[in-house]
């Protein structure tokens, strides 16, 4: 029998990056094909601007979302993730002919309030198809926001964080450097941090 990781009430802070992750009820596909993905992402930048959300990186896998964000306004996340799912389950819903929940009862978050773990968030989340052996590297994996961070291909709702700027005097530098990040692979005791982290809520300090 699996061992359930216990939950923590949640927290959030004004300006402090929150790491979101959404897996899809009893871990089943939400996304099917190429528009499915279009949607998602189209309704994640709607809410960027609705609730001044600030979307750092971002990952959409077959059967679970990852997202970095900072909100000043703490309410705004939920209001964010709510805005999202409001309307993409019952587009997927109609789409395909199905009923009921799409996702997990409520979502996972905790605080990355250390600088040194921020860049490490962002490559975690965006090596998630490399570690799922989806693609080679990360730049193969249209749904995420490695193409934006590493200078590869703008995307209009992605807001660089101060941490990320501090890479660069300019954009193409900032992106040189953090896509040499991805050189190496990420260390297994970064990694257990991190997810360790979004399945307790622990903050990353």
């Known amino acids: 029998m699996e061992n359930k990781v216990p939950r923590r009430p949640r927290t959030l802070l004004p300006n402090v990056p929150v790491h979101i992750v959404q897996r899809g009820a009893s871990r089943e596909a939400v996304f099917f094909e190429d528009e499915d993905y279009k949607a998602y992402a189209s309704w994640m930048k709607e809410a960027a601007q609705a609730y001044d959300i600030a979307v750092h990186a971002f990952v959409l896998?077959?059967?679970?979302?990852h997202i970095l964000l900072t909100a000043q306004n703490t309410e705004n996340v939920s209001k964010f993730m709510?805005?999202?799912?409001?309307?993409y389950v019952p587009f997927i819903n109609h789409k395909y002919g199905r009923s009921g929940s799409l996702w997990e009862s409520r979502y996972k978050s905790n605080l990355v309030q250390s600088e040194r773990y921020f860049l490490a968030v962002m490559r975690y989340i965006e090596l998630n198809p490399v570690r799922a052996n989806m693609v080679e590297q990360a730049a193969q994996?249209?749904?995420?926001?490695?193409?934006?961070?590493?200078?590869l291909k703008p995307?209009?709702?992605?807001?660089?964080?101060?941490?990320?700027?501090?890479?660069?005097?300019?954009?193409?530098?900032?992106?040189?450097?953090?896509?040499?990040?991805?050189?190496?692979?990420q260390n297994s005791q970064e990694i257990n941090?991190?997810?360790?982290?979004?399945?307790?809520?622990r903050s990353l300090v």
């Not at 896998?61 to 979302?65: A, D, G, S, V, Y």
């Not at 990320?164 to 896509?179: I, V």
């Not at 941090?193 to 809520?201: E, K, L």
């Open 193 to 201: 941090a991190i997810r360790n982290a979004w399945q307790t809520g």
């Open 141 to 151: 994996y249209r749904w995420s926001s490695f193409r934006h961070n590493s200078g």
């Open 155 to 185: 995307l209009s709702f992605i807001t660089p964080h101060p941490i990320f700027n501090m890479l660069g005097s300019d954009t193409a530098t900032r992106s040189g450097n953090y896509l040499s990040m991805f050189e190496q692979q």
């Open 82 to 87: 709510q805005h999202i799912g409001r309307r």
């Open 61 to 65: 896998m077959t059967n679970h979302i």
